[in-house]
Structures are given as structure tokens and as C-alpha cells.
């Protein structure tokens, strides 16, 4: 099956540092999504970017999908972006969301 | 809010006992899917549902089984509990199959005593 490595798996900043979230993915896929999951356990819906690059306020994502990898980046940190960031894939010819192992994230004051 | 319902929202019960959990996707969306998440484990999947049909099965045990109304609602039934299922587990809607973005639900958090 299609394999989905996310890296750094830890991540300790301080507030209002940047970041570059990297997720590398060994085969083509139709879909790419970020998820955020909060220390409550949420799963927040971030970017759909199977390519390109799209910005939402202080996040951006982009997809390189020739090169089989996607990047999330993250400005200005705050408290609340601290929890474990989830790259999750379809991959060709399937239906099913392929998560990775995720980058847990902890941002200081 | 992702417009997708999960409930309960907790749910505590003994060994060897039997729950079901529900869930709502979002209007118009017609793909459900199951995932389970044990205690610092990633997300796994477990079975998907298109408009009433079974589609994709993941490592379901086969003391899970789930099914998806005429209304779209889903239902995962989990029997003969073990402490091993302990977990959150969640439920995501898509509008179609593999191209489009999931919407996850907030979960239900299934402790087994």
C-alpha cells in the first residue's frame, strides 16, 4: 500500500516562530488534505490540496505532486496551533484517506 | 464546525458489552466513512459507506459491522467489547468517492472498563 511519512514527528517552538511541516508520499494520489487535531481530540480540516498552493491567513500549503510530497507551512505561531498536524492521501484508484503518523506540534509563550 | 454529527459525544461501558455509534454527515454529502483512533495511534481506517452501499473495508474486526441508511446516517456497532477498543472514533462525510475533501465529525470517545 501506499506509504505516508510525515516529518519532524515533534516539534517545539516559540511563539511567534515559523515552521515547515513536510509530508512525503510513495505513490500517486487523487487527494491530499491537512488536518489539524487539537489537544481536544478535534480533527480540524485545514487545506484540500492534491496541488498548487493555497493560503489561509497565517497557514500555507503546497503540493508537489510530480515530486510526491507536500509542505504545510506555519507563521507566526501561536498557542493554539500546538497539536498533531495529519497529511492524509487517497491513493489512485482507491477510496480510502491514508493517514500519516503526524507531527506534533507544541508552541510555547 | 464541520457539519458533520457524531453522538454521543462519550460513552463509557463495560467489557463484553455492546454500543452504536451515529453519525450524520453533511447535507448533500452522500460517502461516509469510519475511522478509529487508539491511544497515540494514527487514524485508521476502518469501512466506508456511499449512498447506502458498502464500498471499502479497512481493518474492521469482525465484531464491528456498520451500515448506512436511506437517510444518509450511519451506524458503527461495536459488540463483545475488549479493552483494546478503547478509542475515539470518528466518522467523515465526502460528497463522492476519492476526489473530493473529507469533513470529519468530532468524535465519539469509547472508554471500556
Known amino acids: 500500500g501506499i506509504q505516508v511519512e510525515q516529518s519532524p514527528p515533534d516539534l517545539i517552538l516559540q511563539e511567534g516562530a515559523n515552521s515547515t511541516l513536510r509530508c512525503n508520499f510513495s505513490d500517486s494520489v487523487n487527494n491530499l488534505q491537512w488536518f489539524h487535531q487539537n489537544p481536544w481530540g478535534q480533527l480540524i480540516n485545514l487545506f484540500y490540496i492534491p496541488s498548487g498552493t493555497k493560503q489561509n491567513g497565517r497557514l500555507s500549503a503546497t503540493t508537489v505532486a510530480t515530486e510526491r510530497y507536500s509542505l504545510l507551512y506555519i507563521s507566526s505561531s501561536q498557542t493554539t496551533d500546538s497539536g498533531v498536524y495529519f497529511c492524509a492521501v487517497v491513493w489512485h484508484g482507491f477510496q480510502k484517506l491514508v493517514f500519516g503518523t503526524g507531527t506534533r506540534l507544541l508552541v510555547s509563550p | 464546525d464541520s457539519g458533520v454529527t457524531q453522538t454521543p459525544k462519550h460513552l463509557i461501558t463495560a467489557t463484553g458489552q455492546r454500543v452504536t455509534l451515529r453519525c450524520s454527515p453533511r447535507s448533500g454529502d452522500l460517502s461516509v466513512y469510519w475511522y478509529q483512533q487508539s491511544l497515540d495511534q494514527g487514524l485508521q481506517f476502518l469501512i466506508q459507506?456511499?449512498?447506502?452501499?458498502?464500498?471499502a473495508k479497512g481493518n474492521i474486526l469482525e465484531r464491528f459491522s456498520a451500515q448506512q441508511f436511506p437517510d444518509l446516517h450511519s451506524e458503527l456497532n461495536l459488540s463483545s467489547l475488549e479493552l483494546g477498543d478503547s478509542a475515539l472514533y470518528f466518522c467523515?462525510?465526502?460528497?463522492?468517492?476519492?476526489?473530493?475533501?473529507?469533513?470529519f465529525g468530532n468524535g465519539t470517545r469509547l472508554t471500556v472498563t
Open positions: 459507506y456511499y449512498n447506502g452501499e458498502e464500498r
Open positions: 467523515a462525510s465526502s460528497v463522492a468517492l476519492g476526489n473530493s475533501p473529507l469533513h
